[in-house]
């Protein structure tokens, strides 16, 4: 993936707000009162989103992603200059590029004691390629994955395929973790029953609060690589005893604890606070990710009003940008107005179709496409988690938007976690289903046609919540990895967009960054894109 790169708001944000800071209080007085031994070098952190879901390949957001690199192991990884490397395994290709062989490195053990075995790596491949949108264009080139012996795994190709290790190697959602067999097993849309990996943490289910706490441990059984860490690669040397993520929606009452030392990291403090940061001696401030996030709206394909591609469109051309960034970020230095599908300043980056985007909608072309769409009234149920701040003031302003165009909108205030469980339901919007999502992206994930999953058609079968139907866009995505030259790939991706912003099969709301604060007790933070990570870091007294 990586290779490919280098080619009426405030009175309902202030209930939100008040009820977040509420459950603050309750968290950290909760979480900061169980016990821990003395002798424990524990570091407490405020992550952007409560853990619910633990299965990292169930679902594509980034908390359970984040849950995944604690507990789970990978067999390769990128580093910071885009290249994969070994982590559970190396690798040879054969002459004809038809065969890849991954042989594990020695002494990979589940947390259960029991020895990695490539019949454990095999099914986690294939279980992780159901749902991914690079493991899914892999396999169509794919002839068969087996276990050789218990520490070869061979993938036979049917013809070659260039993006064999960048699938199986990249750094963000969904992550090839690799799980025991008898987990690996359970179908890609249930979830594991358990938590076992091979990973450098243990998962602490005995202390696992929902809304409160997800407690790790260090596993003293996992053997490092001898390579510095760089990125989702090299050692993952772990230098303090336990990790918890306290649940703690309000970002004021989590800088304040942070302040005084009652946790020890924060990942998503708001832009605002920023001179309140790096004005104290104690904290530090930085941007881990440095390729930033792109956010942007997901329709519903299978219920109206938006099975109608005359509405979608209407929606699309509502939709303002800038605004939704304001409301967002705020400071522009922080944020990019961008109608790149594929990130703007990168190889595969245009406007082409996405013209209103990038001049900030074009709400009387809205009005007139929504009155000629055959719109009868439907209310848009459109979900507006309230404790998260990276996702909380898009659905905001995209739902204003919408009504100014002249949609009818019902904003459900809920919470990140339900937003994630909720968007996997097919049933109708009065049944418990929902019309319309707001996320983010890692940039990293949306900067190439395979690796972005909003621009997939694969509907009901393989495709990503929405569940968008498109074969022109899965015969333009055949083609561009059969592509041989960036050129050629280029010319493909902008047809992509075009038919992607053409039926709009998602809509970008723009660019950001989020900077990452935490005392300066903590050292050996490291960035990358698929951040924080907990390995190599150490805090001291």
Known sequence: MFHLMRRGRRSFASKLALSGFALSV???????????????????????????????????????????YMVYDTLIATDSNFKIQPQMADWKISDDKLTYTFTLRDGLKWHDGTPVTADDCVASLKRWAVVDSMGQQMMLFTASIEATDPKTITLKLKEPYALVLDSI??????????????????????????????????????EFQPGVKSVYVKNTDYVPRKEPPSWTAGGKVVKVDRVEWITMPDAQTALNALQSGDIDFMENPAIEMLPTIEADKDLKTDILNKFGFQTGARMNFLHPPFDNV??????????????????LIGNPKYYKICAAAFICDTPFATDIGGETLAKGGDMAAAKKALAESGYDGTPVVLMAPGDVLTLKAQPIVVA????????????????????????????PPKEGGWNMFITNWV??????????????????????????????????????????????????????????????????LGQFQGPSAWRKSISGVIDGPATPVFWNIDKSE
């Open 310 to 327: 005359k509405v979608r469109r209407a929606a699309f051309l509502a939709v303002n940008q800038k605004d939704v960034l304001d409301a």
């Open 400 to 427: 204003q938007q919408l009504r100014e165009a002249g949609f009818k909108v019902d904003l459900q205030a809920t919470d990140w976690q339900t937003v994630v469980s909720r968007r996997a339901s097919q049933k």
């Open 169 to 206: 190697g990249k750094p963000s959602s969904r992550v090839a973790f690799m799980m025991p067999k008898r987990l690996a097993e359970t179908p890609a849309d249930k979830q594991i029953p358990e938590q076992i990996g091979s990973g450098p943490f243990k998962f602490v289910q005995n």
């Open 443 to 508: 940039s990293a994930d949306a900067s190439n046609p395979i690796s972005n999953i909003a621009v997939g058609g694969q509907g009901k079968k393989g495709g990503w919540f929405g569940w968008a139907e498109d074969a022109k866009i899965e015969q333009l995505k055949d083609a561009f990895v059969r592509a041989s030259s960036l050129d050629d790939q280029k010319k493909i991706a902008t047809e992509i967009q075009k038919e992607a912003y053409d039926q709009v099969l998602y809509v970008p």
């Open 26 to 68: 309750l968290a950290l007085s909760t979480a900061l009162a169980s016990p821990v031994l003395a002798a424990d070098k524990t570091v407490t952190a405020v992550m952007h989103s409560d853990l619910r879901i633990l299965d990292p390949i169930f679902t594509s957001a980034y908390i359970a992603r984040d849950h995944g």
